[in-house]
Protein backbone atom coordinates (compact mmCIF):
# COMPACT_ATOMS: atom_id res chain seq x y z
CA UNK A 1 0.00 0.00 0.00
CA UNK A 2 1.58 3.22 -1.12
CA UNK A 3 -1.35 6.00 -0.32
CA UNK A 4 -4.80 4.77 1.20
CA UNK A 5 -7.22 7.06 -1.47
CA UNK A 6 -9.68 3.76 -1.51
CA UNK A 7 -10.64 1.00 0.55
CA UNK A 8 -8.89 -0.68 -2.53
CA UNK A 9 -5.93 0.51 -1.53
CA UNK A 10 -6.09 -1.58 1.38
CA UNK A 11 -7.29 -5.15 0.07
CA UNK A 12 -4.36 -6.91 0.12
CA UNK A 13 -3.46 -5.64 3.54
CA UNK A 14 -6.87 -5.01 5.31
CA UNK A 15 -6.10 -8.11 8.27
CA UNK A 16 -3.11 -7.11 9.24
CA UNK A 17 -3.65 -3.41 9.30
CA UNK A 18 -6.85 -4.29 11.29
CA UNK A 19 -4.69 -6.74 13.66
CA UNK A 20 -2.36 -4.41 14.31
CA UNK A 21 -4.80 -1.83 14.87
CA UNK A 22 -5.72 -4.08 17.68
CA UNK A 23 -2.51 -4.52 19.09
CA UNK A 24 -1.87 -0.47 19.43
CA UNK A 25 -5.25 -0.81 21.14
CA UNK A 26 -4.01 -3.02 23.74
CA UNK A 27 -1.02 -1.24 23.75
CA UNK A 28 -2.47 2.34 24.45
CA UNK A 29 -4.87 0.86 26.55
CA UNK A 30 -2.38 -1.03 29.26
CA UNK A 31 0.13 2.16 28.86
CA UNK A 32 2.60 0.30 26.79
CA UNK A 33 4.54 2.83 24.79
CA UNK A 34 4.60 2.18 20.96
CA UNK A 35 6.76 5.15 19.87
CA UNK A 36 6.92 3.41 16.00
CA UNK A 37 6.86 6.63 14.20
CA UNK A 38 9.04 8.69 16.31
CA UNK A 39 10.15 12.32 15.05
CA UNK A 40 7.84 11.63 11.88
CA UNK A 41 5.27 14.58 11.05
CA UNK A 42 2.01 14.03 9.50
CA UNK A 43 0.43 17.20 7.71
CA UNK A 44 -3.24 17.26 7.43
CA UNK A 45 -4.89 19.46 5.21
CA UNK A 46 -8.87 20.06 5.70
CA UNK A 47 -10.88 22.02 3.06
CA UNK A 48 -13.80 20.50 5.39
CA UNK A 49 -14.91 20.72 8.84
CA UNK A 50 -13.95 17.59 11.25
CA UNK A 51 -14.12 16.81 14.99
CA UNK A 52 -13.13 12.76 14.88
CA UNK A 53 -10.65 12.56 12.04
CA UNK A 54 -9.09 15.72 13.26
CA UNK A 55 -8.51 14.48 16.66
CA UNK A 56 -8.13 11.07 16.32
CA UNK A 57 -4.89 11.44 13.76
CA UNK A 58 -3.57 14.59 15.74
CA UNK A 59 -3.42 12.10 19.16
CA UNK A 60 -2.56 8.77 17.37
CA UNK A 61 0.46 10.76 16.12
CA UNK A 62 1.14 12.22 19.53
CA UNK A 63 1.00 8.44 20.91
CA UNK A 64 3.12 7.07 18.28
CA UNK A 65 5.99 9.36 19.41
CA UNK A 66 5.58 11.83 16.06
CA UNK A 67 3.69 15.28 15.33
CA UNK A 68 0.89 16.48 13.42
CA UNK A 69 -0.02 19.57 11.58
CA UNK A 70 -3.55 20.80 11.09
CA UNK A 71 -3.53 23.17 8.00
CA UNK A 72 -6.61 25.17 6.57
CA UNK A 73 -6.39 25.98 3.18
CA UNK A 74 -7.60 29.25 4.04
CA UNK A 75 -3.94 29.95 5.72
CA UNK A 76 -2.28 28.05 3.54
CA UNK A 77 -1.34 29.26 0.19
CA UNK A 78 -3.43 27.22 -1.58
CA UNK A 79 -6.45 29.58 -0.24
CA UNK A 80 -4.82 32.11 -2.57
CA UNK A 81 -4.27 30.27 -6.00
CA UNK A 82 -1.52 27.94 -5.14
CA UNK A 83 -1.88 24.92 -7.20
CA UNK A 84 -2.49 21.53 -4.90
CA UNK A 85 0.20 19.45 -7.20
CA UNK A 86 2.75 22.48 -5.66
CA UNK A 87 1.34 22.36 -2.76
CA UNK A 88 1.95 18.33 -2.65
CA UNK A 89 5.30 18.28 -3.83
CA UNK A 90 6.28 21.20 -1.45
CA UNK A 91 4.95 19.57 1.58
CA UNK A 92 6.31 16.10 0.78
CA UNK A 93 10.03 17.82 1.25
CA UNK A 94 8.87 18.57 5.09
CA UNK A 95 6.20 16.17 6.13
CA UNK A 96 6.57 12.04 6.42
CA UNK A 97 2.71 11.85 4.93
CA UNK A 98 -0.62 13.77 4.02
CA UNK A 99 -3.46 13.57 5.14
CA UNK A 100 -6.54 15.44 3.04
CA UNK A 101 -9.68 16.02 3.64
CA UNK A 102 -11.30 17.38 0.51
CA UNK A 103 -14.10 18.28 -1.83
CA UNK A 104 -13.28 16.54 -4.99
CA UNK A 105 -11.75 13.10 -5.71
CA UNK A 106 -10.10 14.17 -8.24
CA UNK A 107 -8.62 17.05 -5.93
CA UNK A 108 -7.61 14.08 -3.55
CA UNK A 109 -5.98 11.84 -6.58
CA UNK A 110 -3.85 14.94 -7.85
CA UNK A 111 -2.31 15.55 -4.53
CA UNK A 112 -1.41 11.69 -4.19
CA UNK A 113 -0.10 11.83 -8.04
CA UNK A 114 2.37 14.83 -6.58
CA UNK A 115 3.09 13.78 -3.58
CA UNK A 116 6.45 11.69 -2.65
CA UNK A 117 5.19 10.44 0.52
CA UNK A 118 2.25 8.41 0.94
CA UNK A 119 -1.26 10.32 0.90
CA UNK A 120 -4.69 9.08 3.71
CA UNK A 121 -7.79 9.91 2.05
CA UNK A 122 -9.27 11.47 5.25
CA UNK A 123 -13.02 11.79 3.17
CA UNK A 124 -13.66 13.17 -0.06
CA UNK A 125 -17.05 12.81 -1.99
CA UNK A 126 -16.61 9.62 -3.59
CA UNK A 127 -14.87 7.58 -0.41
CA UNK A 128 -13.88 7.43 3.48
CA UNK A 129 -11.49 4.93 3.88
CA UNK A 130 -10.65 5.83 7.44
CA UNK A 131 -13.85 5.52 8.73
CA UNK A 132 -14.59 2.10 7.31
CA UNK A 133 -11.36 0.71 8.71
CA UNK A 134 -12.52 2.29 12.08
CA UNK A 135 -15.53 0.03 11.38
CA UNK A 136 -14.71 -3.14 10.14
CA UNK A 137 -12.15 -3.07 13.05
CA UNK A 138 -15.36 -2.36 15.51
CA UNK A 139 -17.32 -5.07 13.76
CA UNK A 140 -14.70 -7.84 14.54
CA UNK A 141 -14.41 -6.89 17.58
CA UNK A 142 -18.22 -7.28 17.96
CA UNK A 143 -18.95 -9.77 16.11
CA UNK A 144 -15.56 -11.58 15.56
CA UNK A 145 -15.49 -13.31 12.04
CA UNK A 146 -16.92 -11.74 8.96
CA UNK A 147 -17.92 -14.73 7.28
CA UNK A 148 -22.11 -14.95 6.83
CA UNK A 149 -22.74 -11.22 8.61
CA UNK A 150 -25.37 -8.91 6.66
CA UNK A 151 -24.84 -5.11 7.27
CA UNK A 152 -27.66 -2.94 5.83
CA UNK A 153 -26.73 0.66 5.19
CA UNK A 154 -29.99 2.51 5.05
CA UNK A 155 -29.94 5.94 3.59
CA UNK A 156 -28.04 8.18 1.05
CA UNK A 157 -25.69 6.33 -1.08
CA UNK A 158 -22.79 8.62 -0.22
CA UNK A 159 -19.09 8.66 0.06
CA UNK A 160 -18.91 6.05 3.91
CA UNK A 161 -21.80 4.07 1.82
CA UNK A 162 -18.98 3.36 -0.97
CA UNK A 163 -16.59 2.70 1.25
CA UNK A 164 -18.18 0.36 2.96
CA UNK A 165 -19.47 -1.63 0.03
CA UNK A 166 -15.66 -1.80 -0.97
CA UNK A 167 -14.95 -2.49 2.87
CA UNK A 168 -17.49 -5.37 2.85
CA UNK A 169 -16.66 -7.18 -1.06
CA UNK A 170 -12.89 -7.21 0.79
CA UNK A 171 -13.85 -8.62 3.85
CA UNK A 172 -16.41 -11.08 2.66
CA UNK A 173 -19.71 -9.56 4.38
CA UNK A 174 -22.89 -9.39 2.83
CA UNK A 175 -24.14 -6.21 2.34
CA UNK A 176 -27.80 -4.50 1.88
CA UNK A 177 -27.99 -1.05 0.68
CA UNK A 178 -31.76 0.67 1.04
CA UNK A 179 -31.98 3.91 -0.72
CA UNK A 180 -34.18 6.37 -2.78
CA UNK A 181 -34.69 6.36 -5.97
CA UNK A 182 -31.57 8.55 -7.47
CA UNK A 183 -29.41 8.20 -4.39
CA UNK A 184 -28.00 4.97 -5.07
CA UNK A 185 -24.03 4.20 -4.33
CA UNK A 186 -21.66 5.35 -7.04
CA UNK A 187 -21.41 2.95 -9.53
CA UNK A 188 -18.02 2.18 -10.47
CA UNK A 189 -17.35 1.71 -6.99
CA UNK A 190 -20.38 -0.83 -7.07
CA UNK A 191 -18.76 -2.83 -10.32
CA UNK A 192 -15.57 -2.47 -8.66
CA UNK A 193 -16.70 -4.34 -5.79
CA UNK A 194 -18.86 -6.93 -7.49
CA UNK A 195 -15.04 -7.94 -9.27
CA UNK A 196 -13.61 -8.90 -6.21
CA UNK A 197 -16.53 -9.85 -3.61
CA UNK A 198 -17.36 -13.35 -3.02
CA UNK A 199 -20.41 -11.82 -1.02
CA UNK A 200 -23.94 -10.62 -1.75
CA UNK A 201 -24.61 -6.77 -2.41
CA UNK A 202 -27.79 -5.53 -3.35
CA UNK A 203 -29.06 -2.19 -3.93
CA UNK A 204 -33.05 -2.00 -2.91
CA UNK A 205 -35.44 1.00 -2.58
CA UNK A 206 -37.08 -0.44 0.64
CA UNK A 207 -36.01 -0.06 3.94
CA UNK A 208 -37.20 -2.87 5.65
CA UNK A 209 -36.08 -5.00 3.42
CA UNK A 210 -32.30 -3.35 3.17
CA UNK A 211 -32.40 -4.42 7.49
CA UNK A 212 -34.02 -8.12 7.12
CA UNK A 213 -32.32 -10.43 9.19
CA UNK A 214 -29.09 -7.90 9.56
CA UNK A 215 -26.42 -8.59 11.54
CA UNK A 216 -25.10 -4.56 11.39
CA UNK A 217 -27.92 -1.92 10.45
CA UNK A 218 -25.48 1.38 9.64
CA UNK A 219 -26.57 4.96 8.37
CA UNK A 220 -24.93 8.29 8.26
CA UNK A 221 -26.36 11.97 7.43
CA UNK A 222 -28.77 12.97 4.57
CA UNK A 223 -27.08 16.16 4.23
CA UNK A 224 -23.10 15.31 3.20
CA UNK A 225 -20.47 18.58 3.74
CA UNK A 226 -21.04 19.94 0.65
CA UNK A 227 -24.79 19.08 -0.15
CA UNK A 228 -26.43 21.43 1.76
CA UNK A 229 -28.14 23.00 -0.91
CA UNK A 230 -30.34 20.29 -1.05
CA UNK A 231 -31.10 20.03 2.89
CA UNK A 232 -35.10 21.02 2.78
CA UNK A 233 -35.47 18.71 -0.50
CA UNK A 234 -32.91 15.52 1.24
CA UNK A 235 -34.61 15.97 4.46
CA UNK A 236 -38.45 15.44 3.38
CA UNK A 237 -37.08 12.75 0.44
CA UNK A 238 -35.03 10.85 3.22
CA UNK A 239 -37.54 10.64 5.71
CA UNK A 240 -38.84 6.67 5.13
CA UNK A 241 -34.99 6.01 5.78
CA UNK A 242 -35.14 6.80 9.05
CA UNK A 243 -33.32 4.28 11.79
CA UNK A 244 -35.72 4.01 14.76
CA UNK A 245 -36.57 1.64 16.78
CA UNK A 246 -39.42 0.14 14.37
CA UNK A 247 -37.00 -0.14 11.62
CA UNK A 248 -34.44 -1.84 13.24
CA UNK A 249 -36.93 -5.08 14.91
CA UNK A 250 -36.30 -6.28 11.45
CA UNK A 251 -32.73 -6.87 11.97
CA UNK A 252 -31.44 -9.78 14.08
CA UNK A 253 -32.13 -8.92 17.72
CA UNK A 254 -28.40 -9.05 18.67
CA UNK A 255 -27.92 -6.48 15.87
CA UNK A 256 -25.33 -3.96 16.11
CA UNK A 257 -26.19 -0.35 14.85
CA UNK A 258 -23.80 1.93 13.50
CA UNK A 259 -23.31 5.80 12.43
CA UNK A 260 -20.10 7.48 11.47
CA UNK A 261 -20.71 10.24 12.92
CA UNK A 262 -21.84 13.12 13.21
CA UNK A 263 -25.20 12.22 13.73
CA UNK A 264 -28.63 14.24 13.35
CA UNK A 265 -30.70 13.15 15.96
CA UNK A 266 -34.15 12.85 15.22
CA UNK A 267 -33.11 13.07 11.10
CA UNK A 268 -31.67 9.88 10.09
CA UNK A 269 -31.66 8.07 13.18
CA UNK A 270 -33.98 8.87 16.89
CA UNK A 271 -32.04 9.18 20.22
CA UNK A 272 -33.91 6.19 21.14
CA UNK A 273 -31.47 3.93 18.41
CA UNK A 274 -28.66 5.81 18.95
CA UNK A 275 -28.59 5.70 22.42
CA UNK A 276 -30.19 2.62 23.09
CA UNK A 277 -28.63 -0.88 23.70
CA UNK A 278 -27.78 -2.37 20.23
CA UNK A 279 -25.32 1.30 19.54
CA UNK A 280 -21.82 0.62 19.62
CA UNK A 281 -21.38 4.50 17.70
CA UNK A 282 -19.03 5.21 20.34
CA UNK A 283 -16.78 2.57 20.35
CA UNK A 284 -16.81 3.14 16.37
CA UNK A 285 -15.61 6.63 16.96
CA UNK A 286 -13.32 5.34 19.30
CA UNK A 287 -11.41 3.15 16.94
CA UNK A 288 -10.89 5.81 14.51
CA UNK A 289 -7.98 6.29 16.75
CA UNK A 290 -6.57 2.78 16.65
CA UNK A 291 -7.35 1.94 12.89
CA UNK A 292 -5.51 5.19 11.97
CA UNK A 293 -2.54 4.58 13.82
CA UNK A 294 -2.19 0.87 12.10
CA UNK A 295 -2.84 2.80 8.74
CA UNK A 296 0.16 5.50 9.41
CA UNK A 297 2.31 2.99 11.07
CA UNK A 298 2.20 0.71 7.81
CA UNK A 299 2.68 3.72 5.79
CA UNK A 300 5.00 5.59 7.19
CA UNK A 301 7.19 2.55 8.39
CA UNK A 302 6.73 0.06 6.05
CA UNK A 303 5.97 -2.46 8.90
N1 LIG B 1 -16.83 10.48 11.02
C1 LIG B 1 -16.03 11.52 10.73
O1 LIG B 1 -15.24 11.51 9.79
O2 LIG B 1 -16.18 12.54 11.60
P1 LIG B 1 -15.55 14.00 11.46
O3 LIG B 1 -16.24 14.67 10.29
O4 LIG B 1 -15.88 14.67 12.77
O5 LIG B 1 -14.08 13.90 11.22
N1 LIG C 1 -21.16 11.61 4.52
C1 LIG C 1 -20.71 12.56 5.51
C2 LIG C 1 -19.70 11.93 6.42
C3 LIG C 1 -19.21 12.83 7.50
C4 LIG C 1 -18.17 12.18 8.38
C5 LIG C 1 -20.13 13.78 4.79
O1 LIG C 1 -19.45 13.60 3.77
O2 LIG C 1 -20.37 14.89 5.23
Known sequence: MKHLISMLDAKDEIYEILDLASELKDKQK???????????SLGMIFEKSSTRTRVSFEVGMTQLGGHALYLSPKDLQMGRGETISDTAKVLSRFVDCIMYRAFEHK???ELANNATVPVINGLDNIEHPCQIMADLLTIKEKKKDFNKLKLAYVGDGNNVCNSLILGSAIVGMDMSVGCPKGYEPNKEILEKAKNIAKSEIEILENPEDAVKDADVVYTDVWVSMGDEKEKAMREK???????????????????????????????????????????????????????QKAIMVKLMSHV
Open 107 to 109: VML
Open 30 to 40: KGIMHELLKNK
Open 237 to 291: LFLPYQVNQSLIENAKKDCIVMHCLPAHRGKEITDEVVDGKNSVVFDQAENRLHA
